[in-house]
């Protein structure tokens, strides 16, 4: 299952989103429940890089299948679009394949 945490401050802006582990739909190479979460998450970082002036901080292991990333300074209105437009995308891959493959947590920091 993929876990995926995302991070809000206590004035409602984003902080970082986490995802973690590999969904588990198919074998490797084959689970498009896995696929298009990696597709999102890296579109989503490759276009607050490309789209925005907005700083990340960026981790990654690919054997534990982990990506976070982290906003430096508070995410201008342009970023906190392009993560609104990520949280559609991973809450209708949850409506789809079930909270067997996706799990996603809002946390308050």
């Known amino acids: 299952m993929t876990n995926i945490t995302i991070t809000k401050t206590?004035?409602?802006?984003?902080?970082s989103i986490e995802c973690l582990g590999h969904a588990?739909?198919?074998?490797?190479?084959?689970?498009?429940?896995c696929s298009?979460?990696?597709v999102?998450?890296?579109?989503?970082?490759n276009s607050i890089d490309e789209l925005?002036?907005?700083?990340?901080?960026l981790v990654q292991d690919e054997d534990k299948g982990l990506i976070r990333f982290t906003f430096?300074?508070?995410?201008?209105?342009?970023?906190?679009l392009l993560v609104k437009s990520f949280e559609l995308g991973i809450e209708s891959i949850s409506?789809?394949?079930g909270k067997k493959?996706?799990?996603?947590?809002?946390?308050?920091e």
Do not use: C, M
């Open 36 to 38: 298009a979460i990696s």
């Open 95 to 97: 409506r789809q394949y």
């Open 24 to 33: 588990g739909f198919a074998d490797y190479g084959n689970d498009i429940v």
């Open 40 to 45: 999102l998450t890296i579109n989503l970082i």
């Open 72 to 80: 430096v300074n508070s995410p201008s209105s342009d970023a906190t």
């Open 101 to 108: 493959f996706l799990n996603i947590k809002f946390r308050r």
């Open 52 to 57: 925005t002036d907005d700083e990340i901080t």
């Open 10 to 15: 206590s004035t409602d802006s984003y902080k």
